[in-house]
């Protein structure tokens, strides 16, 4: 498999660090390498007036791990993802990616910043004027990979994302978890060391959607940095990944191994207590780091 | 790779707004064919102005083979004549008006007219024979002409004297008028063409918005992807700029080579081959014009 041979490979700028005297020093930018996206003390304002999108969130997630960021419409998730990809700029607080700060990388750069994160979104931005080879051709064609690069890689990850065979088809021609799996395969082909995917299985069915999830698995158990924004809470309780939700830009819980909906009841609160009750010890080995706030599952949908 | 890529871009987009690229291609024609026009009056001007134009005012036309004015009746000027006139240009009486004056011999007006007329059939059925020998004046006050004329103009050997400035001065002013009106004409044209141009690029961008953001997403640098529609309108210009020297030339060909010239044969026309000199003018302000304009469109309309 050659999707991910060695994520370190997918950011130039993060060179073995100089030796340095001293230690504090060391052990600070060691730190910094093994975590892929650091938020610190976040806050995005879109609109002065408003409520602010990202409200001081500090986050750290580490190489090869594989997190769902949950939370309604307007949480924060989308402006979580466009801060790592900076795409926005962050309003106060510092956003590192493979060790950089985003802030320090100078517009020029950012394209070079962008081919180390793959992304996939909800409504998978196909071409659909091209096939499905010239779609995960296009993301290697335009930063100038050779073309017998090109030809070797493509079908190594279209079978990666179980297209094999399909490489002749148009978008229209496939279904929607097939859409998906080009999108996938997209994001990927240059082998980033982060993926993002923002509500990749929100226009798909369950059973679609779950095999969506064992492609972004397989992606993730190769070493790449797996970060997904959702709504869907029966993958969420399948897959028993990290969950850090959002509500109102504020990080209001960040388990390992999570269900989608807390099982953490807060005292004299939400008619969803007594079945959230029963689990109630098994939850509790994974403490929030934050204040504990139930949410009904309705909220959601 | 990357170039075969842009390139298979730029003919994406130029199909796709194909009827945008045409108006642009028209607009920097006509454009360019005004200020194209204009050079051409300028290159005229210069060409009628010949090899003394900016040196004297005056020229005292001496007596050649056949001349008939009064002061001829001894037939083509003598040595002794013309050093008596070479004296009395040199005599303080004259002398105070003029800065210097040189002596042109039929060899060397035979030179010059080569010069002037060289495209011109005109010039093949003329020997040095033909052409008088002259004293060019470079007046100290050019609106002292009327001394020189009526000191010299009854001098023995002497045919004509002409103030070739007045002559030509009025002509050049009207064809300076002109190059004004097409620089003009010329200038809403480009604002025309400028603005056309922008629009284009903006549209184009918008329809390939979806290539773009892709782009964006798997790190495609900002040159690969504004590259392409940069040069859709610089293509689309350097056409127009190609027309309009094109139809310059013609101009220069079949109306001044092969109409006016044979209207007038004693005016010197400028060639085609001068005209030319003019399309690496254009197609060099058409490339500038859609550069700048696309460049700043983008940066409005087309993140990266």
Partial sequence: MRIVEGPELYFPQEKAPAPVADLAHKAASCRVYRVMIRFENVTKVYDQNARPALDSVSLEIDRGEFAFLVGASGSGKSTFLRLVLKEDRATSGIVYVAGQNVANISSWRVPRLRRGIGVVFQDFRLLPQKNVFANVAFAMQVIGKSRSVIRDTVPEVLKTVGLEGKERRMPHELSGGEQQRVAIARAVVNRPGILLADEPTGNLDPTTSMGIMGVLDKINQNGTTVVMATHDDDIVNEMRKRVVELKNGKVIRDEARALYTSMIPVVGQSRRLKDASGREEAADANLPRTDRSPRSREDQL | ?304
């Fill in chain 2, 1 to 304: 790779m990357r170039l075969q890529f842009i390139l298979g871009e730029i003919g994406s987009g130029l199909r796709r707004n194909l009827s945008m690229v045409v108006s642009v291609i028209l607009v920097t024609f006509v454009s360019l064919t005004f200020v194209g026009a204009a050079g051409m009056l300028q290159l005229q001007i210069n060409q009628m102005k010949g090899y003394w134009y900016d040196k004297v005012q005056v020229a005292i036309f001496l007596c050649g083979d056949g001349s008939t004015a009064a002061g001829c009746a001894t037939g083509t000027v003598t040595p002794e004549q013309q050093e008596n006139l070479r004296t009395l240009l040199e005599s303080p009486a004259v002398s105070q008006y003029i800065n210097d004056f040189q002596f042109e011999s039929k060899e060397d007006a035979y030179k010059h007219f080569k010069e002037q007329f060289s495209n011109s059939p005109i010039v093949d059925s003329v020997t040095p024979d033909q052409l008088p020998a002259s004293f060019r004046i470079n007046m100290k006050d050019p609106e002292k002409y009327e001394i020189i004329s009526e000191t010299f103009a009854s001098q023995p050997g002497v045919e004509t004297v002409i103030d070739q400035r007045q002559v030509l001065e009025r002509l050049f002013s009207v064809m300076n008028a002109a190059s004004l009106v097409a620089v003009s004409i010329a200038g809403v044209m480009t604002v025309c063409a400028i603005l056309l141009i922008a629009t284009t690029i903006r549209l184009s961008a918008f329809s390939r918005r979806r290539e773009t953001g892709i782009m964006r997403l798997v790190g495609a640098s900002k040159i690969v992807i504004q590259l392409p529609f940069i040069l859709e309108g610089v293509i689309a210009a350097v056409i127009g700029a190609a027309m309009a020297s094109g139809t310059l030339w013609a101009v220069a060909h079949f109306f001044l080579g092969e109409y006016m010239s044979k209207q007038y044969p004693d005016t010197a026309f400028i060639s085609p081959a001068q005209t030319l000199l003019l399309a690496p003018a254009l197609i060099g302000l058409g490339v500038v014009l859609a550069g700048t304009s696309s460049l700043l469109t983008l940066r409005r309309y087309l993140r990266v």
